[in-house]
């Protein structure tokens, strides 16, 4: 069965950079997409953005487009989401989810990854 | 972007009531409506794609029904295992958008 496996939770201060990842087990990653979504604490759903990690192609929210980088290596079937300069409101749970398309239903999800940023 | 307004933003009910959520579309999404279980401190689950479609494994007692802009999530016989919060998503148009979110108690 396909799995997504992120990366652990992370501790970092304001300014600071961070890639954090998402490996899938299993046939086919990487003719599937994958999407990053934020959960602020407490709160609700995000989508960030979505990436095909068989050609790189990437597509961004338009809330997050330049202040994240979606990327994939399909060679080790790993997606990344990264930042350059941290900010305490960055503070989330962040979850990638695969999808059989760039819009459609997110129907096999990681883990989640806890990013706290704080002075 | 597409707002989805879901409704009401959390319930309690008893174990085996009929439990009802509601999401509204900002305009036309025809049936192109999810649903997600979190429970808490997990990952969400996919329960029903394209409106009122059951993902594999899901219970029989998780349904969903609408098209257009009105979309009815039910619970028939609410378990103890359903304490969570649910969310609707659209994917008519990029980017996703989810609803609030639904928090389900007993």
């Known amino acids: 069965d396909v799995q997504l496996v992120q990366s652990a939770a992370e501790v970092k201060k304001p300014g600071e950079s961070l890639k954090i990842s998402c490996k899938g087990s299993?046939?086919?990653?990487?003719?599937?997409?994958i999407a990053w979504v934020r959960q602020l604490p407490g709160k609700g759903l995000e989508w960030m953005g979505v990436?095909?990690?068989?050609?790189?192609?990437?597509i961004y929210s338009p809330s997050f487009q330049g202040q994240v980088t979606i990327s994939a290596d399909k060679s080790i079937n790993t997606a990344f989401l990264q930042w350059n300069s941290l900010q305490v409101s960055d503070t989330a749970i962040y979850f990638c989810?695969?999808?059989?398309?760039?819009?459609?239903?997110?129907?096999?999800w990681g883990q989640g990854t806890r990013v706290t940023v704080s002075s | 972007d597409i707002q989805m307004t879901q409704s009401p933003s959390s319930l309690s009910a008893s174990v085996g009531d009929r439990v009802t959520i509601t999401c509204q579309a900002s305009?036309?999404?025809?049936?192109?409506l999810n649903w997600y279980q979190q429970k808490p401190g997990k990952a969400p689950e996919l329960l029903i794609y394209?409106?009122?479609s059951s993902e594999t494994g899901v219970p029989s007692r998780f349904s969903g029904s609408g098209s257009g802009t009105h979309f009815t999530f039910t619970i028939s016989g609410l378990q103890p295992e359903d304490v969570a919060s649910y969310y609707c998503?659209?994917?008519?148009?990029?980017?996703?958008?989810f609803g609030g979110g639904t928090k389900v108690e007993i």
């Open positions: 305009q036309d999404i025809s049936s192109h």
């Open positions: 989810a695969r999808s059989v398309l760039s819009s459609a239903w997110l129907y096999r």
């Open positions: 394209d409106a009122s």
């Open positions: 990436v095909y990690p068989d050609d790189s192609d990437t």
């Open positions: 299993g046939d086919n990653f990487n003719t599937y997409w």
């Open positions: 998503q659209q994917y008519e148009n990029l980017p996703l958008t």
